[in-house]
């Protein structure tokens, strides 16, 4: 059976509030789970200490179990020094769209045509 450490949403509509659970990864969001580990509460100031709340504890003993947490969960496990997550870049992600960069070389091409033109009409 592969375990996540992932969150379950709760709270109502606009007001989100998560919980840090351990789950089957087969099971539903927020659905079954086997242990609760935590809390995030994106509604509260980034600096405020009740904003992520974890269990390092139980963690430390699950991911020796072989339980993998998910990518949002290790940015809250980094910061609180309980796991090492790696950064990640991804260059190509920042590039323009094919359309955009279509448009951008039509752009560049009026650009250059309207040069050539006026340097020809100064001629």
Not at 13 to 37: I, M
Not at 97 to 109: I, N, S, T
Request: overall charge positive; cysteine-free.
């Amino acid at each position: 059976m592969a375990l996540k450490i992932r969150l379950a949403r709760g709270g109502s509509k606009k007001r989100p509030y998560y919980h840090v659970v351990l789950a089957d990864a087969r099971s539903p969001r927020d659905g079954r789970f086997l242990e609760s580990l935590g809390s995030w509460n994106p509604m509260l100031a980034k600096d405020d200490e009740k904003r992520v709340q974890l269990n390092a504890e139980r963690i430390k003993h699950w991911i020796e179990q072989g339980a993998q947490p998910t990518d949002r969960v290790l940015r809250f496990l980094n910061e609180a020094g309980v796991a090492k997550r790696e950064v990640k870049n991804n260059p190509v992600k920042a590039k323009p769209g094919k359309r955009a960069q279509e448009r951008a070389a039509e752009k560049a091409q009026k650009v250059a045509d309207a040069a050539a033109a006026a340097a020809d009409a100064a001629e």
